[in-house]
T-cell receptor
Framework: GNSVTQMEGPVTLSEEAFLTINCTYT??????LFWYVQYPGEGLQLLLK?????DKGSNKGFEATYRKETTSFHLEKGSVQVSDSAVYFC????????????FGKGTKLSVIP | EAEVAQSPRYKITEKSQAVAFWCDPI?????LYWYRQILGQGPELLVQ????????DSQLPKDRFSAERLKGVDSTLKIQPAELGDSAMYLC????????????FGSGTRLTVV
């Protein structure tokens, strides 16, 4: 079946540090890949997505590249801010008519001034 | 910006009681999902609707959970009777019909069963 594996958290970084959150996936076919962000007590917000191999999704300084050869979709940001503190979820949406998302367990990021 | 509406935002209920959650998806979104998110975990799909039809309810505990979307628009998720282990965030999401269209999530209903 489909699955997503994210690096374990929590991750604590100083402001302006470089962020990487690793995500690998297992899926049949050619899934679409997503990063969602969840702030405390809130629902999930789409951060970025990629729908085919070698696509790069980007938003608000975050980037992730769909790597089919390594089945990965790592999230990166060059300089984090305190406001980036949240839980980040990697997810996949399998093809063949299935629209539901399969999520990783989430990685909590705390950015300290 | 269009949003997925959910209510209530918070619910506390005693075990063995019935509880219901409501979701109104973005207008025009044919696909509606209910996810359950246990604290510290990622969301897991409970049920998926396409218009008024259930597409996938394989992870729905059907002995106590039910979901409906009678007119293909808003939806209700019910738990009866509630158990302590049902304490979680219940998230509703909607999307356009095609694969690759992102799920847009509501703010969720935080359920606490005491």
């Amino acid at each position: 079946g489909n699955s997503v594996t994210q690096m374990e958290g929590p991750v604590t970084l100083s402001e302006e540090a470089f962020l990487t959150i690793n995500c690998t996936y297992t899926a049949t076919g050619y899934p679409s890949l997503f990063w969602y962000v969840q702030y405390p007590g809130e629902g999930l917000q789409l951060l970025l997505k990629a729908t085919k191999a070698d696509d790069k999704g980007s938003n608000k300084g975050f980037e992730a590249t769909y790597r089919k050869e390594t089945t990965s979709f790592h999230l990166e940001k060059g300089s984090v801010q305190v406001s980036d503190s949240a839980v980040y979820f990697c997810a996949l949406q399998a093809g063949a008519g299935s629209y539901q998302l399969t999520f990783g367990k989430g990685t909590k990021l705390s950015v300290i001034p | 910006e269009a949003e997925v509406a959910q209510s209530p935002r918070y619910k506390i209920t005693e075990k063995s009681q019935a509880v219901a959650f409501w979701c109104d998806p973005i207008s025009g979104h044919a696909t509606l999902y209910w996810y359950r998110q246990i604290l510290g975990q990622g969301p897991e799909l409970l049920v998926q609707f396409q218009d008024e039809s259930v597409v996938d309810d394989s992870q729905l505990p059907k002995d106590r959970f039910s979901a409906e979307r009678l007119k293909g628009v808003d939806s209700t998720l019910k738990i009866q009777p509630a158990e302590l282990g049902d304490s979680a965030m219940y998230l509703c999401a909607s999307s356009l019909r095609d694969v690759g269209k992102q799920n847009t999530f509501g703010s969720g209903t935080r359920l606490t069963v005491v």
